[in-house]
């Protein structure tokens, strides 16, 4: 069977979950595109690994999510801005029953008694013990929050760009300081004509 010591979620990431391993050690099962494997690594410890390699961490993706989707319980979080990934929770990221799906990797739900049947890229198929409801507003959620980080990030720029500034050279003084105080009132004494 093969074991990695680390992973890092990318846009093959079908899912992430806990599954218990040698000893009882809690380690996680990855699906990435054809292949299934384990890594030695709690689901949780995995999210945290791929976001600080992309300059972020669990608990603010997180804080972002709730702030733009306005939700604060089980919000799917971007993993990597850059490949457009955004993993979701079944459950309780802190329950071992938790999965975290990719919502670009789901090709159908169906509905399976109380349960539902979440059909993956390359025919993998996963039953899950959540109504078919919640799965499918978690991953409309998850489209959600990647359209929405992708426009904000996009307005971000629009902003900076059209705004007009008045422009002043930057003079250092004697002393060797910059007195910055010289534009505020540069522009206090314009915005008083």
Not at 36 to 45: C, G, I, S
Not at 93 to 115: A, L, Q, R, T, V
Request: charged fraction near 25%; hydrophobic fraction near 30%.
């Amino acid at each position: 069977m093969n074991i990695l010591d680390r992973y890092a979620v990318n846009h093959l990431t079908s899912l992430i979950k806990g599954e218990h391993y040698m000893y009882g050690h809690l380690y996680t099962r990855v699906i990435e595109g054809n292949k299934t494997f384990l890594v030695r690594m709690t689901p949780l410890e995995v999210l945290e690994y791929t976001l600080t390699s992309v300059g972020s961490d669990l608990k603010g993706a997180t804080k972002s999510a709730r702030i733009i989707l306005g939700k604060g319980y089980m919000t799917p979080i971007i993993v990597n801005a850059y490949q457009e990934v955004c993993m979701f929770p079944t459950h309780s990221p802190k329950s071992e029953h938790c999965i975290w799906f990719n919502p670009k990797n789901i090709i159908n739900i169906e509905e399976n008694g109380s349960n539902t049947k979440v059909i993956l890229n390359y025919h993998f198929t996963i039953l899950v013990e959540v109504n078919i409801k919640s799965i499918k507003n978690k991953r409309y959620d998850g489209f959600s929050l990647l359209d929405s980080t992708k426009q904000n990030g996009i307005k971000v720029r629009d902003i900076s760009t059209n705004e007009k500034t008045k422009q002043y050279p930057i003079i250092r003084e004697k002393s060797g300081k910059y007195n910055f105080d010289v534009f505020k009132k540069k522009d206090d004494n314009e915005d008083d004509k």
